[in-house]
């Protein structure tokens, strides 16, 4: 019964290669987003959408696209790898905004 | 634009003792606050938020804070830390401007228990 759950919890992968990272919910929330952690453990958001619409697309490369076949699902898609992509990933949604976020796990993400 | 600062990126504590992690923000409208906590390699809970109720926010596992307008403050007590404590804590604002629920993290701050 994971309220937030992501797929895969790591991944390892080499410079220039294109992955996805799968989010779920099971919450009934209409919105979801994208964070990355750095090294530094700094938290940045990446993208929001709210019911399927696109509403937060923070200053990303294009490399990265998000896809939301439904509101309880937001899928990440990062083309074209690069070392500067290593992170940890983590998916959120909440309902309604503003009232407190509940994370997925997180995807450790290695780019080599 | 809103933003929050965590004023110690470390606190060292010894178990059986109180725990301060402070939080400043800065907000142009009034702001919902958060603290999350982050376990070690673990995804993050939230321990309590701030909506414009009550001043003083109970949360999980003991945790408190008190949202001081005149200071602009929003910072994390607990009584007694115990050693699970230790952990990533992160002061959360909401950016609400355009209800969109973005939430603004602090820089994190890094809670040692030594026993």
């Known amino acids: 019964d994971t309220a937030v759950s992501q797929t895969p919890k790591y991944l390892v992968t080499q410079m220039g290669n294109d992955k996805s990272i799968k989010c779920e919910q099971n919450l009934g929330h209409d919105t979801m987003y994208w964070y990355k952690q750095d090294s530094k453990k700094f938290l940045k958001i990446m993208f929001s959408y709210n019911n399927k619409e696109l509403i937060i697309n923070e200053t990303v490369p294009n490399r990265f696209s998000p896809k939301s076949p439904d509101k309880a699902h937001l899928n990440l898609h990062i083309n074209s790898l690069e070392l500067g992509d290593s992170a940890v990933y983590f998916c959120?949604?909440?309902?309604?905004?503003?009232?407190?976020?509940?994370f997925g796990p997180g995807t450790r993400l290695t780019v080599l | 634009a809103q933003s929050v600062t965590q004023l110690d990126s470390h606190v060292s504590v010894s178990e059986g003792t109180p725990v301060l992690l402070r939080c400043n923000y800065s907000s142009s409208y009034s702001p919902s606050l958060f603290w999350y906590v982050q376990h070690p390699n673990k995804g993050l809970q939230l321990l309590l938020k701030y909506t414009s109720a009550a001043t003083l926010v109970k949360g999980i596992n003991g945790f408190e804070a008190e949202f001081k307008k005149s200071e602009t403050s929003f910072h994390l007590t607990k009584p007694s830390a115990h050693m699970s404590d230790a952990a990533e804590y992160f002061c959360v604002v909401s950016d609400d401007s355009g209800n969109t629920g973005k939430l603004i993290f602090g820089q994190g701050t890094t809670l040692q228990v030594k026993p």
């Open positions: 959120a949604s909440s309902h309604p905004p503003g009232t407190g976020m509940f």
